[in-house]
């Protein structure tokens, strides 16, 4: 099991947030400047935590994240944030980030996912991955 936190501020931009151009008359998709920036940044502050052998294939993982935000007014740590990101686009993003960074095979093998968003002192995220044998 590997747990950590990476104090950062946390994107608000999310993977269904690409963006579309025409190229011969069909639809193209693509990652615009935040999400590349998003990508880059969830990347590098992953890569010193990652194992030192990726979960191989085929093997469950258990995922655990909380998103915390800076709580703006004191009486606001430790509440539920319930404003948009929506949980389940902020975790898709990170779970990408995690596959490149070398956790695991591929963000497939996630089969126990739990997401968490709320406010704090510190801005950061807290993660918990763990290979289910």
């Not at 104090?7 to 025409?22: A, D, G, H, L, N």
């Not at 190229?23 to 990508?39: F, Q």
């Not at 004191?74 to 990101?85: A, E, F, L």
Request: include cysteine; aromatic fraction near 8%.
């Amino acid at each position: 099991m590997i747990s950590f936190f990476l104090p950062m501020k946390i994107p608000s931009v999310t993977s269904q947030q690409k963006r579309v151009c025409m190229i011969g008359g069909k639809p193209h998709h693509y990652d615009g400047a935040r999400l590349k920036a998003a990508r880059q940044e969830y990347t590098l502050r992953l890569l010193p935590h990652k194992p030192k052998e990726p979960i191989a294939a085929g093997i469950p993982v258990k995922l655990a994240v909380r998103f915390v935000y800076k709580a703006r007014r004191k009486k606001d740590i430790g509440t539920w944030k319930t404003t948009r990101p929506d949980t389940d686009n902020m975790i898709k993003l990170l779970k990408d980030c995690m596959t490149a960074a070398g956790f695991w095979h591929d963000d497939a093998q996630v089969v126990c996912e739990h997401t968490e968003k709320q406010f704090g002192e510190v801005e950061g995220i807290y993660l918990t991955v763990e290979a289910i044998v």
